[in-house]
């Protein structure tokens, strides 16, 4: 099991930006595929953004692409989402996720698909 601790978020007026940190502990990070999830009050979590543990194949939600950019530093233990352009409908609480990985190109966008999960952390984007 590997402990996910998100931080970064906060309250940005529309069209900001913001970069959320997701920092990785008790395992072998680089074995670990990760993703972003959120959920806005009343909604089901989405999934916003993935990455393999090599870090050469990021997958994004329709929602988010060409806004929002996924990293990671393995070095660090750390993956990041980088948000521009934020719009009122980003508002949510921001998950990172992780689950073990096999394959250097592989990603995962169903929340199923991971077993650790951070506690979370609060974006809101005033209109």
């Known amino acids: 099991q590997v402990q996910l601790v998100e931080s970064g978020g906060g309250l940005v007026q529309a069209g900001g930006s913001l970069r959320l940190s997701c920092a990785a502990s008790?395992?072998?990070?680089?074995?670990?595929?990760m993703g972003w999830f959120r959920q806005a009050p009343g909604k089901e979590r989405e999934f916003v953004a993935a990455i393999s543990w090599s870090g050469g194949s990021t997958y994004y939600a329709d929602s988010v692409k060409g806004r929002f950019t996924i990293s990671r530093d393995n070095a660090e233990n750390t993956v990041y989402l980088q948000m521009n352009s934020l719009k009122p409908e980003d508002t949510a609480v921001y998950y990172c996720?992780?689950?073990?990985?096999?394959?250097?190109?592989?990603?995962?966008?169903?929340?199923?698909?991971?077993?650790?999960w951070g506690q979370g952390t609060q974006v809101t984007v005033s209109s």
């Open positions: 996720a992780a689950r073990i990985s096999l394959w250097r190109s592989s990603y995962y966008h169903a929340s199923e698909d991971y077993t650790d």
């Open positions: 008790g395992r072998t990070f680089s074995n670990y595929a």
